[in-house]
């Protein structure tokens, strides 16, 4: 259940308890805390140490880990960590001194972890309840809207591994078909999977041509796996017109890639903030009750750079505030419309009066865009 195959962004939602849209963060803070014995820290950290050594990309650096935390643990560390969140908080930045890898974390939940099946999925009933929380999240595309200048805007909080999501992003890019520029908003998705994102960069990519767009290796075999575009998408292609991606550093794991993607295939510019860093695709975990812990068990490898954004982020081409980049953006493609738009009077006209609406436009608080850990 690698991060972008199907099933492991919902099975990551089924364990936190949130909706899609908050696939990569951690868990309610108000949740309810309970208090740990001996036995218990005791089963987590083996339990922990055991599936990092078994499962971690770097076999090397797994032993590190594993080293790291049962030190810890022999030399009484966690005797006095009886709550089980600062617990899961603590071995997730003791495991972070040793690889700064951002999909590599332990979560801790209030409510029984249900159990996986022998294949490590979820129960069917636990796939019903995903499936509509996806739904009620409109599988991520939170608003689709037409600005003025014909400026498309899209603000899709996840890229949903749901097979109905596919339908709606088909649907929201052939209501964006008709913009003259389209700014694709990710400064509040924290990842999902590589299907939507082959879906979307699709309709980025010429007709008759496919695209190589990543590939990932995988420990378990090592084999490495190749992602391409479609070869068809309903409705018409977004080609030939600007395309703009804004990030902040919330923007994590697949919505990386996808922004990742556009910058090293050319095929828009990001504007924003660096994004997280997480580009190691992994498995979810199960390691009691109420831990569970996310295993980078692949790398990412991008045919361009042949290398990926973990532990640096995706450094934008515009560098700016997540806060104003919606507004950056805007004005950028705006600017660039009126370039082509000399000879047409009346259009340059509308395009002039955008311009001042975008200049305008007030922006968003730059605490929405902290990615939730660094709020501590």
Known sequence: MRTGVPGIALLLIAFLQAPAVRAQAPPPPDQPDFKLDAGTRRAVVDTLCDRIERFYVFPDRAR???RALRKRMS?????RVESAKAFADSLTSHIHAVTPDLHLRVHYRYDPIPPQTDQGEPSESERRRMHEQSRLTNYGFQRVERLPGNVGYMDLWSFSGEPDAQATAVAAMNFLANTDALIIDLRRN???DP?????????FVEPGNRLLFNTFYEREGN???EYWTSPYVPGPRYTGKPVYVLTSARTGSCAE???????????????????AGGANPGDFYRLSDHFAAFIATGRA????????????????????????????AYTMAVEKLLKGAKADPERTGSLKRALDVAAGRAPDPEEDFVRPERRR
């Open 223 to 225: 084999k490495t796996e």
């Open 301 to 328: 490898i991008n045919p361009v750079t042949h290398t990926n954004w973990e532990g640096v982020g995706v450094r934008p081409d515009s560098l700016t505030t997540a806060g104003v980049a919606v507004r950056v």
């Open 195 to 203: 299907a939507m994102n082959a879906t979307l960069l699709t309709y």
């Open 64 to 66: 590190e880990v594993s």
């Open 190 to 192: 924290g990842g999902g």
């Open 75 to 79: 030399r009484h560390e966690y005797d």
């Open 257 to 275: 890639e996808f922004a990742y993607d556009v910058q090293t295939h050319k095929l828009g510019t990001l504007v924003g903030a660096v994004t």
